[in-house]
């Protein structure tokens, strides 16, 4: 079956443009994660979906990240006035549980600010 | 936000000799994992550990659940050109056991 897909692989856009990161989970999950990681760095936490529960937004690193989950399935992370800062591989992962420690992996969307 | 203490940064390795790795935390974590990250790649699981002292081992990986539960260790046997990438350890806290709190990464580099 397929895994954990995202979108656009790749990202350039200019200082203070939005941007719209797309993850598709695994069909059946019920838990995704989105995770930013910066060069050098380990994975840190943005967000979590857990079916039709509220988001754990705790993450979110300012009030200019966003994220939906639609149909609790695709989510889209959007990234408002983006910033040079900003620049990062964002990661999408799914569960098919809460409180799994199996978290499924996309490839990533490596997002570049200039 | 919170990540875990993991060291060393890098490693340049010969083929065939052993590896060694740790990660840390100042916090008590009930399940401690690690997943290795290819370039270009997201995240695999490697190995979980759920209890405090346990040993897993997954081929030529070992890991182990340090006792005071505010550690865990990743050996690799014999190491392969292909063991070349990024290892992550990852922590589960019994307080939110939603999330993972990873640590800053091992990179390691085989030479033939």
């Known amino acids: 079956g397929a895994g954990v897909s995202q979108s656009p692989s790749n990202k350039v856009t200019e200082k203070g443009k939005d941007v719209e990161l797309r993850c598709d989970p695994i069909?059946?999950?019920?838990?995704l994660y989105w995770y930013r990681q910066s060069l050098g760095q380990g994975l840190e936490f943005l967000i979590y979906f857990q079916g039709n529960s509220a988001p754990d937004k705790s993450g979110l690193p300012s009030d200019r990240f966003s994220a939906e989950r639609t149909g609790g399935s695709v989510s889209t992370l959007t990234i408002q006035r983006t910033q040079q800062e900003d620049s990062a591989v964002y990661l999408c992962a799914s569960s098919p549980r809460s409180a799994s420690y199996e978290q499924y992996f996309g490839p990533g969307t490596r997002l570049t600010v200039t | 936000g919170q990540q875990l203490n993991q060291s060393p940064q890098s490693m340049f390795i010969q083929e065939g000799e052993d590896v060694s790795m740790n990660c840390t935390s100042s916090?008590?974590?009930?399940?401690w994992l690690w997943y290795k990250q290819d370039p270009g790649e997201g995240p695999v699981l490697l190995i979980a550990l759920y209890k405090a002292g346990e040993l897993t081992s997954n081929g030529r990986l070992t890991a182990q659940f340090g006792t005071t539960r505010k550690d865990s260790f990743l050996n690799i046997s014999a190491s392969i050109p292909s063991d070349v990438g990024i290892y992550f350890c990852?922590?589960?806290?019994?307080?939110?056991?939603?999330?993972?709190?990873f640590g800053t990464g091992t990179r390691l580099q085989v030479f033939p």
């Open positions: 990852a922590g589960r806290s019994r307080v939110n056991t939603d999330k993972l709190i």
């Open positions: 069909s059946g999950h019920t838990a």
């Open positions: 916090s008590i974590f009930n399940t």
